[in-house]
């Protein structure tokens, strides 16, 4: 069993920045994915950006490009989302996300979630 904590989230206001934490509950399992999810209300769990258990490949939401970059640091079991020019649509809960081997888009194949982060960018 995996656990995961985010941290970092708060209220931004637009064009400003904020760098999310995930920290695992124990060292993860070699070759596993980690994933930044989204929820705004109304709407669907997205993945924003993903990361492999190397960190050699990453994966990133189009809306997101160029402004969060996706990192991870196994010796302290955490990941991070460094988000730069947030805007107002970047309103959310983050969750953090774990799954065995490669990233995937679809939250239904990640094994252990955290508890989510709300974000909240201000026009």
């Known amino acids: 069993q995996v656990q995961l904590v985010e941290s970092g989230g708060g209220l931004v206001q637009a064009g400003g920045s904020l760098r999310l934490s995930c920290a695992a509950s124990?060292?993860?399992?070699?070759?596993?994915?980690m994933g930044w999810f989204r929820q705004a209300p109304g709407k669907e769990r997205e993945l924003v950006a993903g990361?492999?258990?190397?960190?050699?490949?990453?994966y990133y939401a189009d809306s997101v490009k160029g402004r969060f970059t996706i990192s991870r640091d196994n010796a302290k079991n955490t990941v991070y989302l460094q988000m730069n020019s947030l805007k107002p649509e970047d309103t959310a809960v983050y969750y953090c996300?774990?799954?065995?081997?490669?990233?995937?888009?679809?939250?239904?194949?990640?094994?252990?979630w955290g508890q989510g982060t709300q974000v909240t960018v201000s026009s």
């Open positions: 990361i492999s258990w190397s960190g050699g490949n990453t």
């Open positions: 996300a774990a799954k065995s081997q490669s990233i995937e888009t679809v939250k239904g194949f990640y094994d252990y």
């Open positions: 124990r060292r993860a399992a070699i070759g596993y994915a």
